[in-house]
């Protein structure tokens, strides 16, 4: 429960600006008024005192795509300004922003997100993403697989774990990633997918999406148990930064981090085995046709 700030007070001040000075006349003023004060340590927590100005909003929206929540936000902001005084607003002021931003924005999600689609597709031809309405125009499935994915693909197709296990709550649309393994034993996501629901012809919408988007290269193998432990851990890490309050938009946003996060991790495994020689117990040639054959995770 939210205390009151003013409760019968008086105080008053009544200005109005002269229109031949252009200067502003005090036309009413009420001096006595029952309570204390602010201070000056604490003149910065007064409501008219404080704002969140377009700068801290472009910060931000910067740092919380980065997953940095707003109480470190905070904490950067005063360091950048020395003290906390100095910032001109608390973290409960950012916290309605993003809250007023995300009532803004929450009917707009699905033009958002194809709008970002769109730009994706604009910086790499690469990039193939499908979007399907139902019949009250809304969004009911969508697809979509960056340049990476499709590359990482056509190299480790052998076998595919496929799982709905997560819900993004606000929308109750499943999140259904497409997941293998490259040569280092590291996950790779080789394609992504939202839906409604988990009917037949959402799966097979879904599949012929994967087709076309692999120039018709079917699936070799797919693994689709639900208690399958490795699918689970693999998305849980892919989905740790993911918070109930993202838009759909937000919510692919960090997933790709995510997977840059991932291809560059498989890039450092790539670097290692290439320019490092990994050390033998024993010189026998069993040992070094091994050394050659096997990526350094494997040992």
Known sequence: MEGKCRE???ARVVA??????????????????????????????????????????????DLGASNIS?????SLLKVQV?????????????????????????RHDAELLKEHFLAERKKN???????????????????WQ??????????????????????????????APLIGLNNHGQAIVSA????VNETEDSFIWL????????????????????????????VQSLLTTFHRKNSLTEFIVRFERALAHQHHKDLTADHIDHNEVLGTQLSTPMERQVREIYMREML
């Open 207 to 234: 599949f012929e999406e994967f087709k076309k988007a692999m120039l018709g290269s079917a699936l070799k193998m797919i693994i689709t148990d639900q208690d399958i432990a490795m699918a689970k851990t693999i």
């Open 146 to 175: 960056n340049a990476t994915s499709r590359r990482s693909y056509g190299y480790y197709e052998d076998v595919v774990v496929f799982d709905t296990m997560y819900n993004t709550n606000r929308y109750s649309m499943v999140f």
């Open 16 to 61: 109005s600006k002269a229109v031949e000075s252009n200067n502003y006349i005090i036309s009413w003023f009420t001096e006595k008024d029952n309570h204390m004060m602010s201070t000056l340590n604490k003149v910065h927590l007064v409501r008219s005192h404080r704002i969140v100005t377009e700068s801290k909003k472009v910060f931000n929206r």
């Open 192 to 195: 992504c997918s939202f839906s």
């Open 70 to 74: 707003t109480n470190q936000q905070m």
């Open 82 to 106: 020395r003290g906390m005084e100095n910032i001109g607003c608390t973290s409960k002021d950012l916290y309605n922003w993003e809250r007023e931003l995300h009532a803004k924005l929450i």
């Open 125 to 143: 031809d690469g990039f193939y993403f499908k979007m399907k309405e139902d019949s009250y125009v809304r969004l009911a499935n969508c697809f």
């Open 8 to 10: 019968g007070c008086k």
